[in-house]
């Protein structure tokens, strides 16, 4: 019997509603598999807390987590608590404090009604971003000179690492080599002239120990483009913590929004625990509706049962996404449905069990 711990932070707004439903699928695992049983323990860190508490988690908290196998987040930022604060404190914190510089988004078309794309198939929509996520734009440096004056300045620092950027970098080559795709990174050199000329010099550097990866390189308005006008271009992408951000959101636009976007956030040497969440936020416009989609949480637990070793479990529960998709009344109102959070929870239990696998 394998026991899996998993720490669960729901917090904010739809997140904890669509943690309610991943947490289902997880138990329904256990109940169906007798090899595999989970372990939870909920913390209730987020903006409520900080309300509270004056900051989004326990001091101790990085501590707190590091014994688990995974965390499973739900989303943070709440009106009332400034989005800087609840997100570098608590989401930020974590990726960068477990080094989780991995960041594996899959844009993939579950169904082809769900693109607003004309004419493209589930052939056309089928890749896989993977945003470095450690550093980068996000690195958090900077500053604020002369506050409030004439001659105010703000200075928000980009760092590249040559650690940090050769890392991302590789896994995207071992990635592609593994599964025989192509490869295409996307940055911005013509404007970024440190940072983005060296990450293109990195891409190419490091290309030269897999000459059997065939490569592509965009600059990033182009690609944002692409995703829209050619997504067929894409097999896997290589690109850095902002642009992995941004481009992912128009992934989730050409795939059926973001209800369906998922995200893990990988430590590929398991030194430290990997954390597997939606892309979307806390939805403040939809929150306490029980309408938010829970598709991506579900997905992200998919991700989570892969990162384990369990791909079985993994595909039945993609496989069971691509069947919910098919029925189109069941589904939340973001696809154009009349279901809440909780019943598409409720019949994918079901669906799961028809799906049986053990
Ligand atoms: P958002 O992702 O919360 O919402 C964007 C739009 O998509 C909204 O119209 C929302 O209703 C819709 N949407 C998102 N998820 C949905 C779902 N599962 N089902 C149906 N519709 C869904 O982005 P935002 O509005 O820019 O941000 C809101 C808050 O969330 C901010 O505080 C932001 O910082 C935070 N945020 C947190 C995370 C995270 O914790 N991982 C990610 C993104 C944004
Ligand atoms: C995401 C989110 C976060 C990010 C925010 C909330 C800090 O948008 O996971 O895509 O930019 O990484
Ligand atoms: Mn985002």
Redesign the pocket.
């Known amino acids: 019997m394998k026991n899996f711990n998993i720490a669960l932070i729901p917090g904010d707004g739809i997140g904890s509603e669509v943690v309610s439903e991943g947490v289902k699928i997880l138990k329904e695992i256990e109940e169906m598999d007798a090899a595999i049983s989970f372990s939870f323990a909920e913390f209730p860190w987020g903006c409520e807390y900080y309300l509270e508490h004056g900051k989004m988690m326990a001091d101790d908290g990085i501590e707190q987590l590091q014994p688990f196998d995974a965390i499973y987040l739900g ?3 709440y009106p009332g608590v400034p ?1 800087h604060i609840s ?2 404190e608590l ?2 914190q974590i ?1 960068k404090g477990f080094d989780q510089y991995v ?1 594996l988004r899959p844009i993939t078309l579950l169904n082809p009604s769900l693109t607003p794309l004309k004419s493209k198939t589930e052939k056309d929509v089928d890749f896989l971003v993977i945003r470095e ?1 450690s550093e980068g734009e ?1 690195s958090g440096a900077g500053d604020w000179l002369y506050k409030g004056k004439p001659e105010e300045v703000v200075l928000q620092t980009g760092v590249f690492s040559r650690k940090g950027t050769e890392r991302i970098i590789r896994y995207a080559y071992e990635e592609a080599r593994k599964s025989n795709r192509t490869l295409t990174s996307v940055s911005k050199a013509n404007a970024l002239n440190y940072s983005m000329v060296f990450w293109d010099e990195v891409f190419e550097e490091v290309g030269k120990e897999y000459p059997d990866v065939e490569t592509y390189s965009y600059l990033v308005d182009a690609a944002s483009l692409y995703f829209v006008a050619q997504p067929e271009r894409f097999e896997v992408v290589v690109t850095s ?2 642009f992995g ?1 941004i481009l ?2 128009i992934g989730a636009a050409i795939t059926g929004g973001l209800g369906l976007a998922t ?1 893990a956030n990988v430590n590929p040497e398991r030194n430290y625990p990997s954390m597997f ?1 939606p ?1 979307h ?1 806390s939805a403040p416009d939809i929150a306490g509706k029980g309408i938010a989609n829970p598709i991506a949480a579900i997905w992200s637990v998919s991700q989570m049962m892969d990162f384990f070793g369990e791909e079985k479990w993994g595909e039945a529960i993609l496989s069971t996404i691509k069947t919910i998709l098919k029925e189109t009344e069941q589904l939340t109102p973001d696809l154009g449905g009349q279901g809440s959070t909780k019943s598409v929870g409720d019949r994918f239990v079901e669906l799961l069990k028809d799906n049986r696998i053990t």
Request: hydrophobic share 35%; charged share 30%; glycine share 14%.
């Open positions: 989303a943070v930022g989005d997100l570098r989401l930020l990726r960041n996520n996000y913590n902002l951000d992912t959101d995200g969440e892309v936020g």
